[in-house]
């Protein structure tokens, strides 16, 4: 045990073992080797993070604009450098396939590239001669310590969408990543110190419920940044927010597609195949339902076909489907699928028997449909969070939209269909926040913000983008008048000193 390495805290530039006698391991859920031992930071260690960061603050903040942006762009190519390295270590501990942890990586490089581009982003506005000789303009000024807390399907991405662009607009960071899978964010983190992040900028502790609600509660934080459960998210938005802080709480998700029967069949079976089953489902925008209309229910077999032609494995080994993360998700997984047969839904294709040679301990299930499910299903209210696919039918695009918008979740939403006319209905009347239009998974690149809404979101803005550049700064107005003493003459002044 006490051979295993130790994930540290980064606490003032300095890696340090944490003190806690409260550890978790992160184990490989393709193999169940445990890879290192991952501590529950104290109270002490978290104060201590947060000092850190409010000290370099002070200094941070004032740093040109040419500076901040120039840390980001050898960060990315930090990053790029290093992507092999960077995605063996995420698969290893996530178990997703190595494609998925490069896609993982590359998502997030695309905020840090974003980052580079600071000084046209946090630019103020000018009005001149609001009044007479009066000229009023704001100014993005950074906030203070913000923090952030992230989930473990996408350990790469998710905290890249957070610390780059907070320090960009000149805040200091405190990260807590999930325990789950720490190694990777760890070594981006390494990474980000290495193209020039100054000591106590960016700051990393681990932990769990505790060690969240310590950020939640720390008065010196000014803003928390949240991805990962509804749960969680919203207790971590609502006792974040009571303390005066700005939250931004990205949630669970049941992404619906609508497969209209003049869709190009073949793109649309592909894609849906793989937005459903990708990643093993363990997407918070993976299409877990899909509504066929009309004749595109016939289709059922063709997908079952091609679900069942994925190959599930080792991520190292680049199948289609990597195992769930735990033992745990596994169990919640197979035990929601046996469910939904409890409660009349027709399983088309059953993944819990799935056998993976030489991998016999892994957290495996393969891809899995059910068609005829309803809402009131438990596998239709509940954010499944593994390769099961639940197919609802609807005579018409009309009864396809009011289903979506029945349901609580607003992440994402996808259509298929040939029809410019059914297409631009959908995206005018569908009540979820991100709408892909013959693409399956419309998570926005970072010129735009991630925009999940209704149950999926707390908070007003986004992760990433111009949105997050709004949440990560507080706008301050001024108003100026500058006396011409020539101008004007014969009136009488103060003299300032200058
Ligand atoms: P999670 O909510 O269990 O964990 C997220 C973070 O909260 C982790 O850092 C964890 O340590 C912490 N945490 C866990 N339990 C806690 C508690 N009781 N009190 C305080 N903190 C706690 O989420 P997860 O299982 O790691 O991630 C999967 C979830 O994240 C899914 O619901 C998925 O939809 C969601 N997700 C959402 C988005 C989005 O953008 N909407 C993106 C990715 C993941």
Not at 181 to 188: A, F, Q, S
Not at 196 to 224: Q, R, T
Not at 370 to 395: H, N, R
Request: charged share 15%; glycine share 10%.
């Amino acid at each position: 045990m006490s051979q295993l390495p130790t994930v540290k805290l980064l606490i003032g530039g300095e890696f340090v073992e944490s003190q806690s006698s409260e550890w978790r391991e992160v184990i490989n859920p393709a193999t169940q080797q445990v890879l290192a031992r991952v501590p529950m930071a104290t109270a002490d260690e978290v104060n201590a993070a947060v000092a850190a960061a409010s000290r370099a603050f002070n200094s941070w903040k004032k740093t040109p604009i040419g500076a901040r942006a120039r840390i980001f762009l050898k960060y990315q190519q930090l990053i790029r450098e290093h992507m092999q390295e960077l995605a063996a270590i995420l698969t290893a501990e996530q178990g997703k396939t190595l494609a998925d942890a490069e896609g993982d990586i590359f998502r997030g490089l695309e905020v840090v590239e974003h980052a580079a581009n600071i000084g046209t982003l946090q630019m103020g506005e000018f009005a001149e001669n609001v009044a007479g000789g009066v000229d009023t303009y704001t100014l993005q000024q950074p906030l203070g310590v913000c923090a952030g807390i992230t989930p473990f399907n996408f350990p790469a991405m998710i905290p890249l969408w957070m610390f780059p662009m907070a320090i960009a607009t000149g805040n200091t960071f405190v990260l807590k990543p999930s325990e789950q899978d720490p190694m990777v964010t760890m070594r981006l983190v390494e990474l980000a110190l290495e193209a020039g992040i100054p000591p106590g900028v960016l700051n990393v502790v681990h932990g769990g419920p505790e060690v969240v609600n310590a950020i939640c509660d720390h008065p010196d934080i000014k803003a928390v940044s949240f991805v990962g459960s509804s749960r969680v998210g919203s207790h971590v938005y609502h006792r974040a927010s009571q303390n005066g802080k700005r939250v931004q709480c990205m949630m669970g998700a049941k992404n619906h597609a609508i497969v209209l029967p003049d869709a190009n069949k073949d793109q649309a079976l592909n894609q849906l195949t793989g937005a459903a089953f990708g990643a093993a489902g363990q997407r918070c925008m993976a299409l877990s339902v899909a509504v066929l209309v009309g004749e595109a229910q016939q289709w059922i077999p063709e997908l079952v076909a091609r679900a069942k032609s994925l190959s599930v494995g080792a991520g190292k080994d680049n199948p289609d489907l990597g195992p769930l993360i735990s033992c745990t998700a596994r169990e919640r997984v197979t035990g929601l699928i046996a469910k939904g047969v409890a409660e009349g839904a027709r399983l088309e294709l059953d993944g819990r028997h799935v056998h993976v040679p030489g991998y016999e301990q892994g957290n495996f299930v393969g891809p899995t449909i059910f068609s005829g499910v309803k809402p009131g299903m438990s596998i239709y209210e509940q954010e499944i969070f593994g390769p099961v696919l639940c197919l609802l039918a609807a005579d018409s695009l009309d009864e396809a939209i009011a289903i979506i918008n029945a349901n609580p979740h607003g992440n994402g939403t996808a259509i298929f269909t040939q029809s410019g006319a059914a297409a631009r209905k959908f995206q005018e009347e569908i009540n979820v926040g991100q709408v892909g239009i013959n693409v399956p998974i419309p998570v926005p690149v970072p010129l735009f913000s991630f925009t999940g809404s209704r149950g999926s979101k707390l908070g007003d803005l986004g992760p990433y983008g111009k949105q997050v550049v709004l949440f990560y700064t507080q706008t301050k107005t001024v108003t100026s008048r500058w006396f011409d003493d020539e101008a004007s003459s014969g009136k009488v002044h103060t003299t300032i000193a200058l």
